[in-house]
């Protein structure tokens, strides 16, 4: 079925699914070499960790950039955009030869990278609307696959002693390549009407309840994602071969619910998803938080990765469809969504330090179980 620019919906979905995949890959290749490059550069743990957020200011300036010339450039041109800062400044992470350098680095990095994020996820609100029903978790999937091949690429590479900017070149130059094949069909047409004032992206009316679902879907990632192993090493006590085990878990819990979370929205509904969802991941964080033995743990991180791995890709699209554009919707709830994973880790930290991380696990089950159980406009 042709879509409303004549381009095939299943090449064009096919091209935006390649594309998820492909910035998927990108993000996580670096993140795999940040032990490598800490030693290249002899940054201690206060310092790089002065320079890593560098890529959250990056990702903030990039969704207000985003926001406001979205409905001029349209969400194509700036995917591309965005894909091509990050396809010249993933080398350069590589190459910083100081830790300003790295930092300043990451921070234009994390602008293309949320700049191609909207301009993809708008693309695919877009194209979803040609199938009439969900298929933008089924793309989310593939950016978590992208995750998991660029976290192997690394571990490949540290293994074989591989320079960090020689790998980081190849992954860009892979990057590069497939967004280039699949730009041919990113021909969604979501400009506003001629004449429509520039503004920037603002979560209000009823975009705003969908921004607070998808930060408190974001929070629970952050929260399982960055401190899964260090509960399993601290509260659990397991072995250092172990530690990784929480995240894995996590991890591919989220990988398959986003397989087969199109066909569980097509079933039971939006809603129905989101609500259920978030509940199943404030158990997993109780239990978690509540049951310090190692099988139970692993069950609790996996009933969050199962519970969240819809909530943001749904919470996108139901943005998409309210918002003048769906750049704007995309960019709006991102720009609430992804303050998440700035304040989160400082909250969850200090209630680690001070009373303990159990205690952090169960504030991030509040969230999330008060803010995705309300009546939301996601159907």
Known sequence: MPSATGVPDRAARRAVTAVFLANGMAVSSFIARIPDVQTSLGLGEAVLGLVLPGVSIGVITGLTISGRVIPRSGSRRLLLTGATITAVLLPLAGLAPAAWLLAATLVVLGAGSSMMDVGMNAQGVGIERGFGRSII????????????????????????????PVHLSLVAVAFGALTAVAARWLRVADHAEPGAPARFAIARGPLLPLALVAFAAALGEGAAANWSGIHLRDTVEVSAGRVGWGYVAYTAAMVSVRLVGDRLTARFGRRRVVTGGGLLAACGFGLVAGVPVLPLALLG??????????????????????????????????????????????VVGYLAEHVSLAAGFALVAVVVAGLTARRLPVD
């Open 301 to 346: 991180f996996a009933m969050v990765g199962l519970g969240l791995g819809s909530t943001v890709p749904l919470a996108f699209a139901a943005g998409g469809r309210v918002a003048r554009t769906p750049g704007e919707g995309v960019a709006a709830i991102a720009s609430v969504a992804y303050l998440a994973f700035l304040v989160g880790p400082p």
């Open 137 to 164: 978790v089924g793309m989310h999937a593939a950016w978590s696959v992208g995750t998991l091949i660029g976290a192997l690429g690394g571990t490949l590479a540290t293994a074989t002693a591989t320079s960090v």
